[in-house]
Each structure stands twice: as C-alpha cells, then as structure tokens.
C-alpha cells in the first residue's frame, strides 16, 4: 500500500453508495465498509472491525474472509471490547500481512500509539463517532425487554433500515417466542448523552481532521449535497485524509458509485466539537443504581409517552413472517438458505441482523428473477457441501420442500444436513 505519511491539510470528502444493494441493506449507509474491506481481503489481507457476538455485546475480532467480515456490518451503539486485537494487528503486520482496522476514532489513534512505526501493509478506517453508550446499560436495556416480551431475544437491529428506511433510527429486537418490538427507548437514551462514556465528552476528533486513513459515515445532509442521489436506502459519507486512503479509493471505484463534495456541504454536529456532558447525568447514574430499568425507561428514555408508545409497538409475528430454526441450528454455523420467497427473504434478515451466523450462499432454482431485483441468489448447481453447515429449506408447502429436498440431495448433501422447521401447508 502506497505510504500514509502526507495528511491532507482539509480531506478529499464523497458521498458514495455501493453499486450492490443487497450489501447496502446490510450495511448501516452507503456500504463503503465492505468496499473498502473487500479490497484488502482480495490482496490477501485480514479486516478487523466490531461484530455483535451470541449473547450481543460489542466485540472487536479478526476476520480473513467476506463471511467473517459480514458479520462486522451495522452500527452497534454500544462500546466496543477491543480484547486483545491490538497485538494480533500487530503480529499480522510483522508477518507482512496487509490489515484493515476499523472501529472509533479513539481506536484507531489507540492503535497507531500501540503499534508505534510504521507498517506498509496498515490501512485504517474511522466512523464519525457520536460517541458509545455504556455497555451496561445496554446489557440492563436487553434484560428488561426480554422480562416485558417473555422470552430470550434472538436478533437485535440497532437501526433496522430494511423496514424504517435509513434516515429513521429505531431499534428492532426479536423474541424467541415470535415477537418483534420496535422501540426507541435505547436511541432515545443514546442521544441523550447521559449514558455515553466520560471520554466521549473531551473528544480530541470532533473536528475534521481524523486519524484513519479514510472516514466513513453516513451521508446526512445528502439531498442538498447532491439532490438526487438519495433512496432512503443508505449513503456514506467519505471522508480522505491522506494519500493512503486516496490510492485505496481509487482502488475500489469499480464498486461503488461515487460523487465528490465539499466539506461544507458535509458538516454535521460530531465534526465540530464533543457534545455538552449533560448536567443530568449524576441523575441518571443514581437512578440507575438505584431504581429499576422500567423507571430508568420512562424518566430518560420517553418510554410511556404517547408518541412513543406508538413506535414501541409489540407485535405478535404474523403467521406470514418465519422465524428462522434458531432451535434447530445452533450459532456459529455457516448456513446456505434454499429459497428466495417471503420465507427466504424473513431468514436472510434475520441472520443478516449481526447474529451470530454466517450466509454462505442463498439459492433458488427462479434465481435470475432474484438475482434482477439485487438479491444475491444463485443457481442449484452453484451447492458446494464444503460452504456450508446446514442449507435451510426456505419454503411453507410441504410438496414444495420435498421437492428442494431432493435437488440438494441429488447434489450429496447428506440429510443431517437439510434442514425444513416449517409445517403450515400440507
Ligand atoms: C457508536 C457509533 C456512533 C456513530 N455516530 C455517527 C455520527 O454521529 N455520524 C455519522 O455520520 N455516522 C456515525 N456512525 C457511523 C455510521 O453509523 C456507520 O458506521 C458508517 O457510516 C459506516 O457505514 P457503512 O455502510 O460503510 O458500513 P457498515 O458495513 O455498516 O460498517 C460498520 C463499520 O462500523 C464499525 N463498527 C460498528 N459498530 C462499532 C462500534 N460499536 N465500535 C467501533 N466500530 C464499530 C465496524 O467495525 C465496521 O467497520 C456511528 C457509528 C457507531 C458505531
Ligand atoms: S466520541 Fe470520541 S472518545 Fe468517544 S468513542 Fe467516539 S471517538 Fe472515542
């Protein structure tokens, strides 16, 4: 990689969306992350970035593939465990791997100040941070809408763009027991501020000036940067800092489309200055000690207010809406789904929605009709047994799943397996 000793005095600033977009959807904006990510992975580079783990905390792990990578896709509103990623960057660099480290602005400064020289083979990417909610609070969040809903929770959506569009911000939580709540009440506390973490308050990077080579964000301010450009289904803000970044841009202009900008255009609150610590704080943290998160909900999180209530509906799934085997299919297995209808389509959200899963490969045998709408479907013949743990029948017809039952084993696929959860129609 080109050398990232010339930072740019003001950045080279785009505002850029992913040409694919099936990744846009799985992505928080525009989708540049897995751009980016994918060019070092193709040069045989390894990408570090923050995943939701099983029992969904934020932690910062290696990945050395795109499923791996995948699952670092979406905003987690949350802290970061940075376990012990530094030094495995490091023994990466020595070996002469090339590396993407991604996460905050702190964690990337973090890790140029852990490193100390200068390694060819690094390259950095920093999100415009907010700032990061308190792991606890959240932890307390999770629990409190497990006891309201009766059951375990077995996916999170901070910000689900697939059914509120990407300039809203509602977090979508599913139950094992078939509920889906869409609530407001941890964004409510985000960005109350009360609960972000002391350091967020002195930011150094709340200015323009970043520490990764490349800044990625979302795009606000979009429609009149570049009226026309916005879908509601996502768009990065770039923002490139030196010649690194420059170099890996071009790299991955094939991929995306892309329109430059001005800084001015681009401003938003987080590239001024560090939010105000607010003077409720003390409050808060007393309250939260002390009281229950119910109470917590209602005082901070205008859970209870009649606007509120509203979006922080519960709903008991419709029988059209399939929850995906979670029984059936333990965590940390690499899945192939078969079938690109509505019950395809529900599973491919689900797993999509930083669970502790890998989608290794989705076919159907009507794939090009799929496949023109921008799902990334594949042909039957396209089933390698070596991609995959289970492949999933995605199908409600009995008749139906037989008859998928039988292409997938033709190919030998033993049966353990195939798996089909659903009996609806006979
Ligand atoms: C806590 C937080 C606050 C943010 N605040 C703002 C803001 O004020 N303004 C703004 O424009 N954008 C903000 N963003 C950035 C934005 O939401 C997107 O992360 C960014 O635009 C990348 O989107 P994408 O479509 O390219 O990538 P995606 O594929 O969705 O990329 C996800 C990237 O974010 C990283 N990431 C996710 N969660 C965390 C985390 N908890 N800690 C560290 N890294 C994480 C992953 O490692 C990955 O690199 C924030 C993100 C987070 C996590
Ligand atoms: S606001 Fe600043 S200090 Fe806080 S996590 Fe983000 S980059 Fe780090």
């Known amino acids: ?88 960057v490091k023994a990466d660099l020595e070996c002469g791997r090339k590396v993407l480290f991604s996460g905050t602005s702190c964690q990337v400064a973090g890790l140029r100040s852990f490193i100390q020289k200068y390694y060819e083979g690094l390259f950095c990417t920093d999100i415009l941070c907010h700032g990061v909610p308190s792991p606890k609070v959240w932890e307390e969040y999770l629990a409190w809408q497990e006891k309201k809903n009766s059951g375990k929770c077995t996916a999170v959506d901070f910000r689900n763009k697939a059914e509120h569009g990407w300039e809203a911000h509602i977090e979508t939580l599913t139950f094992i027991n078939r509920k889906k709540v869409h609530s407001e009440v941890f964004k409510t ?27 990625i964000a979302d795009y606000w301010g979009i429609d009149k940067a570049k009226p026309g450009f916005n879908d509601n289904k996502g768009v990065s803000l ?27 255009d681009s401003m938003q609150p987080v590239l001024v200055k560090p939010f105000d610590e607010p003077v409720e704080r003390v409050h ?40 995906f085997p979670y029984e059936k299919v ?31 490969g989705w076919f159907d045998s009507n794939y090009k009709k799929y496949s023109s709408i921008g799902f990334p479907i ?16 995605a199908v409600r017809n009995k008749t139906a799943a037989e008859e998928i039952r ?21």
């Open 330 to 360: 333990k965590s940390g297995k690499r899945i192939c789904i078969y079938g690109a209808g509505n019950v395809g389509e529900n599973y491919y959200v689900q797993l999509n929605q930083n669970r502790d899963y890998q989608i290794t």
């Open 284 to 323: 808060f943290w007393s309250d939260f000690y002390k009281k229950d998160f119910e109470y917590v909900s209602k005082k901070y999180g205008g859970y209870g207010l009649e606007n509120n209530n509203e979006k922080q509906k519960a709903e008991i799934l419709s029988p059209d809406f399939f929850v």
């Open 238 to 264: 770039v923002l490139i800092n030196n010649n690194l970044g420059e170099s890996v841009f071009k790299a991955v202009k094939g991929n995306i489309d892309y329109k430059e900008c001005s800084i001015e």
């Open 1 to 88: 990689m080109a050398d990232n000793s010339h930072q740019f005095d003001m950045p080279l600033v785009f505002a850029v969306k992913h040409k694919e977009l099936a990744i846009r959807m799985s992505s928080r904006s525009g989708g540049v992350f897995t751009a980016l990510s994918d060019y070092v992975l193709e040069e045989d580079g390894v990408v570090y970035g923050c995943i939701l783990s099983d029992d969904f905390k934020a932690v910062h792990v290696r990945a050395e593939n795109a499923n791996e990578r995948n699952r670092m896709r979406g905003s987690k509103y949350i802290q970061s465990d940075l376990r012990d990623v530094f030094k495995a």
């Open 378 to 393: 594949l042909s039957a013949d396209q089933i390698d047994e070596n991609d995959f743990d289970y492949i999933i029948i």
């Open 406 to 426: 039988a292409i997938i084993s033709q190919k030998g696929i033993s049966d353990e397996k195939i798996i089909w959860d659903i009996i609806v129609d006979k």
């Open 189 to 215: 506390l985000f960005y109350g501020h009360a609960i972000l973490r002391p350091s967020c308050y002195k930011c150094p990077y709340k200015n323009v000036i970043h520490p990764g080579d490349i800044t």
